[in-house]
């Protein structure tokens, strides 16, 4: 079946640590995309990629680093810069042309205490 | 930059009847895409439907249809025969229509959402 992963679903850690959130697709998508959303708040885009070796920053880049070494995947690390990481994650793809929606995957939830 | 403002924050219908969901948009481009999610409790965002602006006909999908207003930068949702595995929070959200315009220009703008509720 196609479509995106994501690992783990709940996440914990400590204040202080750098987290890596995973996520996969199998879509054959271009385009990946990663969102955080709070209560009340939304989703807002943190960090995407048009292609391999590049990616853009979205709106609350700050205290995220992501890397796409492949075309399936674009794992979001957390770093201790991040001054409140607590949030739900969620990974998308897309086809890169006009458009088309965006797919998602089931998202993590993150806790820093 | 475009701005995306769903003003019911909850919502609620009871079941079998129709609920009509709102979202306004600001935007100065005349052709892009806009977009309804919804989130059940399971978190999973799942695309309800989609809208072209450069087309005046309103999308419908089975139960869902919108009711595009390009004018007045209106975009609602209507569910009609409303079912308890409606219940979810809904997202209105808007897309440029041209990945080479600049840089995030394809990305997705989300209202808060609302929050639908449906009463058996």
């Known amino acids: 079946d196609g479509g995106i992963t994501q690992s783990p679903k709940y996440l914990f850690r400590k204040e202080g640590q750098n987290v890596t959130l995973s996520c996969e697709q199998n879509?054959?998508?271009?385009?990946m995309y990663w969102y955080r959303q709070d209560p009340g708040q939304g989703l807002r885009l943190i960090y995407y990629?048009?292609?391999?070796?590049?990616?853009q920053k979205g709106d609350i880049a700050e205290g995220y680093s992501v890397s796409r070494e492949k075309k399936e995947s674009f794992p979001l690390t957390v770093t201790s810069a991040q001054k409140n990481p607590t949030a739900f994650y969620l990974c998308?793809?897309?086809?890169?042309?006009?458009?088309?929606?965006?797919?998602f995957g089931p998202g993590t939830r993150l806790t820093v205490t | 930059a475009q701005t995306v403002t769903q003003s019911q924050p909850e919502m609620s219908v009871q079941e079998a009847e129709t609920v009509t969901l709102s979202c306004t948009y600001d935007?100065?481009?005349?052709?892009?895409?806009l977009f309804w999610y919804k989130q059940p409790p399971s978190r999973q965002m799942i695309l309800v439907i989609r809208?072209?602006?450069?087309?005046?006909q309103n999308a419908t999908e089975n139960r869902f249809s919108v009711n595009f207003q390009k004018a007045a930068k209106s975009f609602s949702l209507k569910i009609s025969d409303s079912q308890l595995g409606d219940a979810a929070m809904y997202f209105c959200?808007?897309?440029?229509?041209?990945?080479?315009?600049?840089?995030?220009?394809?990305?997705?703008?989300f209202g808060k959402g609302t929050k639908l509720s449906v009463i058996p």
């Open positions: 998308a793809s897309s086809i890169l042309y006009r458009g088309y929606e965006q797919y």
């Open positions: 879509l054959n998508h271009d385009a």
């Open positions: 990629s048009q292609i391999v070796n590049d990616f």
């Open positions: 935007t100065s481009e005349s052709d892009y895409y």
């Open positions: 809208q072209e602006a450069y087309k005046q």
């Open positions: 959200a808007y897309r440029s229509p041209n990945a080479y315009s600049g840089a995030g220009s394809y990305q997705l703008t």
